[in-house]
C-alpha cells in the first residue's frame, strides 16, 4: 500500500528540500521560522566574521611588536573598551535568539494535529483529528528503489499536511530515544519514551521535505527517515478522505 498521492511516480525535485552533497550552508526555507532563523544564522555569522577579523589583526600586529615603549604599562581606557564592547555585541545577539526560542515555542491555535511516535526503526503516524487513520513508514530498501527515489531518504507511506494552515505536532517514543526533524522546516523534537512533547508547524510552499531520526537509536538509526508531501488544503482533504473510506 503506498499512502502518498501528488509526486507518487515522479518527486517533484525542483521543490523538494533535502541535504545533498552540494548543500554547504542551511537548506532552503520551508516555514516562517525556518526563514527567520536563517536571517538570525546569517546575523551572528556576521558579527563572528568581523570579531575574527579583529582578532586576528589584534594577534598579528602584536607577535610583530617588540614592546618597546617604556611608557605603556598601563590603560585604564581601553580596558573600559574592551570589557564593554563584548558585552554589547553579546548583547545584539542573546536578544534575537531568545526572540527566536520563545517563538518556536508558541503553538498558535493548529487547525489539525498529527502524532508521530518512533519505533526501532520506523515511525508511526496518527491523524487524531479523524477516526482511525494511522500508518507506518519505513525506509525504501536499495532493492526496492526505483529510479526517481532518494536513497536512505525515501519511504513507503509519506505523511501529507496542508500548507498555509497551523499545525501541531506531537512527538513521542515507543522504545528508545529518537528524534523526529524536518530541517528545512527548522523543527526537531526529541521523541521520549513516556513522555509528549510537541511542537507548532507552519508549512508555506508546496513540495517534499526531507528528514532523518537525529537521536542515535541503535543499529538502523540511519534507516528510519522521515518525508512530508506538502499539499494544498483540498488535496489534504480528499487524501485523507481516501484514507478514511479505505480503512
Ligand atoms: Cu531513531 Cu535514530
Known sequence: MNLSFMYKEKPFISNSTMATWMTLSLQDS??????????FHDHTLLIL?????????????????????????ESQTIEMIWTITPAIILFFIAVPSLRLLYLMDEINNPAIT?????????????????????FD????????????SFRLLDVDNRIVLPMNTHIRMIVTAADVLHSWTIPSMGVKVDATPGRLNQMGMLINRPGLFY????????ANHSFMPIVMESVKTNTFISWISHLSEAS
Open 211 to 218: 528528514g532523518q531520526c537525529s537521536e542515535i537509536c541503535g
Open 114 to 134: 498529527l502524532k508521530t511516535v518512533g519505533h526501532q526503526w520506523y515511525w508511526s503516524y496518527e491523524y487524531s483529528d479523524f477516526s482511525n487513520i494511522e
Open 137 to 148: 513508514t519505513y525506509m525504501i530498501p536499495l532493492n526496492e528503489m526505483e529510479d526517481s
Open 30 to 39: 520551508s516555514s516562517p521560522m525556518m526563514e527567520q532563523l536563517i536571517f
Open 49 to 73: 566574521t568581523t570579531i575574527v577579523a579583529l582578532v586576528s589583526y589584534l594577534m598579528g600586529s602584536l607577535f610583530f611588536n617588540t614592546n618597546i615603549n617604556r611608557n605603556l604599562l
